[in-house]
């Protein structure tokens, strides 16, 4: 389980070693800084509270945070807006009562037929996915399925992106920039662990990294939130060469732990062109080994 009084100590003090008090015109200080970043006392300072106060918090000691110390912790570690959703979603297991904190049940990730039936119109035009909790896989269309490998041939619990991305052997070969897809996947698992810091296939997904990947521990640990929901990236396709796609990603207003990830090129553009050529491939011609996904 990620617990909250681990999550938002590490938060906290990842954040303010980010942090260069010259930045923030504070002094360097008579002696050198035992620690990168702002003291303690500095962010407390800042955030207009006492220094124990926010020793308690950062040590998750603090038995309940209100709104306005929360904002005030933010302002004073110059937090994005993704990582003030984090700190708020971190925060809030602490204000529930003894009573509360029993493990709840988590409803399972199922995709509504209609968002299945939308997955199939757009199957010869736009690849398209359904992502659930965790980055699980939850749905695909055939073009979805040829951008990236047959998810057919994998067990559920499989078809995550974070495990793909980390332990596929083949995923840096489709990713040319691999260390910003890792960059941005970790930042969207963290975001969604805030949101759902009790979910048990989070933390499976979690824990099953954390073991067995050193570069999603370093990622991991240096406690980035951000939840990248549109861009453009590269591919390698093994069978249609490079692609350069853009993403987006749309909140599912009746399912909201689940989005709709589409992938989409320039009218007239060769990556356009080439995803034509995917869509008009037989199913027969395509190669029966599991390839890395692209989301």
Not at 234 to 248: A, K, M, N, Q, S
Request: aromatic share 4%; proline share 6%.
């Amino acid at each position: 389980m990620l617990h909250a009084e681990i999550e938002i100590s590490s938060f906290l003090k990842a954040r303010r070693a980010a942090l260069d008090p010259a930045d923030l015109g504070l002094p360097s200080g008579i002696g050198r800084r035992r620690v990168r970043g702002l003291r303690r006392e500095e962010v407390a300072q800042l955030a207009g509270i006492s220094v124990d106060y926010y020793t308690r918090i950062e040590q998750g000691r603090a038995p309940a945070i209100s709104d306005s110390v929360l904002d005030a912790i933010a302002r004073a570690l110059r937090l994005s807006g993704g990582e003030v959703t984090y700190l708020r979603n971190i925060a809030v297991p602490r204000r529930r009562s003894e009573a509360d904190c029993a493990p709840r049940a988590v409803p399972g990730q199922t995709v509504r037929p209609e968002i299945r039936q939308l997955l199939d119109a757009m199957a010869s035009t736009v690849p398209a996915m359904v992502l659930g909790r965790g980055l699980d896989i939850l749905a695909w269309n055939t073009l979805g399925g040829r951008i990236a490998f047959d998810l057919d041939a994998l067990a559920p619990d499989r078809r995550n992106t974070a495990l793909l991305v980390f332990l596929d052997p083949a995923a840096r070969a489709l990713h040319p920039d691999w260390e910003d897809k890792a960059v941005e996947v970790v930042g969207n698992l963290r975001a969604d662990s805030g949101r759902h810091p009790d979910d048990p296939r989070i933390c499976e997904v979690v824990g099953e990294l954390l073991a067995r990947s050193a570069d999603f521990r370093r990622l991991w640990e240096a406690q980035s939130v951000h939840e990248c929901l549109r861009g453009t990236k590269r591919l390698r396709h093994p069978d249609v060469g490079e692609l350069e796609i853009t993403f987006e990603s749309f909140r599912l207003t009746t399912d909201p732990d689940q989005a709709l990830v589409t992938y989409t090129a320039p009218r007239g553009s060769t990556t356009e062109r080439r995803l034509r050529e995917l869509a008009a491939r037989p199913a027969a011609a395509r190669e029966p080994e599991a390839r890395p996904l692209a989301v």
